[in-house]
Nanobody, 125 residues
Framework: QLRLVESGGGLVQPGGTLSLSCAASGFTSSSYDIGWFRQAPGKEREGVSC????????YYIDSVKGRFTISRDNAKNTVYLRMNSLTPEDTAVYYC??????????????????WGQGTQVTVSS
């Protein structure tokens, strides 16, 4: 059974760093596009970053470009999101998900499913 489990969230001061993990089970995550999403209080969930299966191609939304880095460890069947220079605007529950349709760029956010339970990231002094 396909499953994704996020971890690594927490409370960090502005300018700080956090690394999130998305551990996959029940499938080989390297064969699929994996995306990170976030949902802030009172806002809709938004796609933040993704990494394509079978390649090293990545995508970031403008607000995190240059600060966030997505990567994968195929041996551990895990995808990571390293977040630097965090700001209060990054506060949200972060989720990972798998793109269910092959083909096209990984930033086709509507094609993602099998969400994990999420991990809370709070940026505050």
């Amino acid at each position: 059974q396909l499953r994704l489990v996020e971890s690594g969230g927490g409370l960090v001061q502005p300018g700080g760093t956090l690394s999130l993990s998305c551990a996959a089970s029940g499938f080989t995550s390297s064969s699929y596009d994996i995306g990170w999403f976030r949902q802030a209080p009172g806002k809709e969930r938004e796609g933040v970053s993704c990494i394509e299966g079978w390649s090293v191609s990545t995508y970031y939304i403008d607000s995190v470009k240059g600060r966030f880095t997505i990567s994968r460890d195929n041996a551990k069947n895990t995808v990571y999101l390293r977040m630097n220079s965090l700001t209060p605007e990054d506060t949200a529950v972060y989720y990972c998900a798998v793109k269910t349709r092959s083909g096209g760029v990984c930033s086709l956010w509507a094609q993602y499913a099998s969400w994990g339970q999420g991990t809370q990231v709070t940026v505050s002094s």
